[in-house]
């Protein structure tokens, strides 16, 4: 007989919570094989392909694209053994006896909490555990009724062809005051149900009227995904880390000129070069130098952490918003192995197929708003690091050469750093190192 599974959402990094369905890669009455990708999905730090571990036919999708979903929600099933036989459904369990359960081993890389799951009834069968037994040869003393199998995860039906609009945490808590949602109007954009709307059902206040939609003058998106959790890191950084931010310009032509060299050397024939691989290269410099801008400050163990490597984050504007992946061990690199490596990170960036572990525990990180025409910027430390180095545009100005004002190429950078751990004199002398190495390169030498 039919064996059907759910596949629930995972938990593909630590700490998730919950994510949102991209893209199914199949439908109803698709075949699938082991580790086949059925699904892609966006968390709070990046767009992740989900395979399923097991091979079958796909029964059934429980969400929609766009939906946020919870993790261990089943967001698909899948019969397992499409063409086993039919077989005489088994007799009820005794009362006590748990229901049939089966355990999905965690995904590699997904997290270590098993998911249980029940197994699913035949459409149109009743529940095995609700089918009477055999009749005894006797005349059998009153049994205790059998305990029913819970009833598979399935959409709300639908009341006269209408469905509400709610996500499934606000599913879940109108189940718990007991409000029907048939009966709500939803106050979000596009009639969605919100907990707001639930909540007022329950306690028997109106619901507020709901949005209207202005035309073309306005526009509401919905705040979730690498959004969401940016606006959630800048918060906590910005209210936890008291922020100093200093700022320094640059006559950085001597760097523009070397990189002009480089690009003609033989060493160097196809590899880019950019302003923001010197800016790499002296922020792993002078952090040896000022090893507390690569430290952290510990609040639970009550400690500053150094850091003896520099895990280099880089600020990246995606089409999905700004991510910052990390160069790992950048402190070890070359200047061409560095250039190499951010352009690789760049271009991963860009098609959004950077990997939520290369994303997390930098220790330092680099913006370059210079890339937009802006000349300098405040930029907030990104959580677990200390310090961030802002690049700011290369342009012509007037600069005073051996008393004489000359058109130089001209730099501003502003560092931001956590003034728990660094004091100004060291966040001054690393803005300096920096300052210093790109105004002149050959200082590499000294360091």
């Known amino acids: 007989m039919p064996t059907y599974k759910q596949f629930p959402l995972a938990d593909t990094a630590e700490g998730l919570t919950e994510a949102d369905i991209l893209s199914w890669h199949v439908k109803p009455g698709d075949t699938v094989t082991v580790n086949q990708i059925v699904v892609e999905i966006e968390t709070a730090k990046a767009a992740v392909e989900l395979p399923i571990p097991w091979a079958g036919v796909v029964t059934e999708l429980h969400v929609e694209p766009g939906q946020t979903v919870e993790v261990g929600t089943p967001i698909l099933t899948i019969d397992v053994d499409p063409g086993g036989a039919a077989a005489p459904a088994p007799a009820a369990a005794p009362a006590s006896a748990p229901a049939e359960e089966e355990e999905m081993k965690p995904l590699v890389g997904y997290g270590s909490k098993a998911v249980v799951t029940q197994r699913r009834a035949r459409k149109g069968a009743a529940p095995a555990a609700a089918v009477a037994a055999p009749p005894a040869p006797v005349a059998p003393a009153p049994v205790a009724p059998a305990p029913v199998a819970p009833a598979p995860v399935a959409p709300v039906a639908p009341r006269g062809g209408y469905v509400p609009l709610a996500k499934p945490p606000v599913r879940k808590l109108a189940k718990d005051l007991g409000v029907d949602l048939h009966a709500l109007t939803g106050s979000a954009s596009g009639g969605i149900i919100t907990r707001e709307d639930v909540e007022r059902a329950a306690n028997g206040t109106p619901v507020a009227a709901p949005v209207v939609d202005s035309g073309s003058r306005e526009r509401r998106v919905p705040i979730k995904g690498v959004r969401k959790a940016t606006a959630a890191a800048m918060v906590q950084s910005a209210y ?56 952290v400050w510990d609040e639970a163990a009550q400690e500053i952490v150094y850091k003896d490597y520099v895990h280099l984050g880089i600020a990246a504007a995606t089409p999905r918003g ?7 061990d950048a402190d070890s690199m070359s200047l061409k192995e560095l250039a190499q490596a951010l352009t690789a990170l760049t271009d991963t960036a860009r098609e959004g197929k950077t990997s939520p572990a290369d994303m997390a525990n930098g220790t330092i990180t680099i913006t370059n708003v210079g890339v937009f025409g802006v000349d300098t910027g405040t930029p907030i430390i990104n959580p677990g690091e200390s310090a961030i180095l802002c690049l700011g545009a290369i342009k012509d100005q007037p600069w005073v050469v051996d008393g004489e004002i000359k058109v130089r190429k001209v730099l501003q950078l502003s560092l931001s750093f956590d003034h728990r751990v660094v004091d100004g004199q060291q966040g001054s002398e690393f803005l300096a190192d920096v300052g210093a190495l790109l105004a002149d390169p050959a200082m590499a030498m000294t360091y």
């Open 240 to 295: 936890t880390a008291p922020h100093v931010t200093e700022f320094l310009t640059i006559d950085v032509t001597p760097m523009m000129e070397f990189r002009e060299k480089l690009k003609k050397s033989r060493e160097f024939a196809g590899v880019k070069v950019t302003p923001l691989t010197f800016a790499a290269k002296a922020v792993c410099l002078a952090a040896k130098r000022t090893p507390d801008v690569n430290a």
């Open 322 to 328: 700004l991510i910052v992946p990390k160069v790992r």
